[in-house]
């Protein structure tokens, strides 16, 4: 049975409302994804403070971003609304979505703090059906060398596809880790606990970035730890 439901995150952002803006309407693949294929509507646009999309379909199903941007003077305050109706599963798919949302803002953050206006190569690689199973995101973690390392621990590691060099966590709780290099955000997403696989995000800034090139090193990494 489809139900509605509604996600609301505030958090500050050391940031203007004009790069907020831009980041999360042409820049979504910095942080997030890519959602310029997207069929939305924006059906409030006050620039560059209140910002609200939407996407219909059949049967009233919908699905709407808020974005309410207020300026002050350490940053802006953003208030981030997530409405519209899952049609089943609504407990799962309610509690996945919630937690996607706060990680997807804490990247949106660190990418404003970090890389704000460089050009990224993104890329998306998924694990094995065998990535599903319980504990399948920390042998992941494992396998790369991250294994319980806490927020804000600084490493060394040779990530996929690159040499030894320092990688920060800049997010870690049970089902999500957020990884940042010199030129580089890696975004780790435990999907296991949500019935699917685990995966991950590579959001490369460096000058010549390889997309094809990064898919394929993480994809052979996330691969062989299973």
């Known amino acids: ?29 910095a942080w997030m994804f890519p959602t310029d294929q997207w069929p939305s509507v924006r059906t409030l646009e006050e620039y560059p403070t209140h910002l609200v999309t939407r996407m219909d379909g059949p049967d009233g199903w919908f699905n709407q971003l808020e974005h309410v941007l207020t300026p002050g003077e350490n940053g802006t305050a953003v208030r981030y609304v997530h409405s519209g109706i899952f049609v089943d599963d609504w407990d799962n798919q309610y509690d996945g979505a919630s937690k996607h949302t706060a990680f997807y803002l804490h990247t949106l953050g660190e990418y404003l703090t970090h890389f704000d206006g460089k050009d990224v190569t993104f890329s998306d690689v998924q694990g ?78 460096a000058d010549g970035a390889d997309a094809e090139a990064n898919t394929a090193a993480w994809q052979l990494a996330i691969n062989a730890a299973y």
């Open 1 to 29: 049975m489809s139900k509605e439901f509604e996600i609301v995150e505030e958090l500050s952002i050391d940031s203007t409302p004009e790069r907020i803006w831009e980041a999360v309407t042409t820049g979504t693949a």
């Open 128 to 205: 094995p059906e065998a990535s599903k199973a319980a504990g399948a995101l920390q042998k992941f973690l494992d396998a790369l060398g991250i294994k319980d390392s806490p927020l804000g621990t600084e490493l060394v590691l040779a990530l996929p596809g690159r040499d030894a060099a320092p990688v920060t966590v800049d997010f870690r709780n049970q089902n999500f880790v957020g990884l940042r290099t010199e030129n580089t955000m890696v975004r780790i997403f435990g999907r296991n606990a949500f019935g699917g696989v685990v995966g991950l995000t590579i959001h490369d800034f």
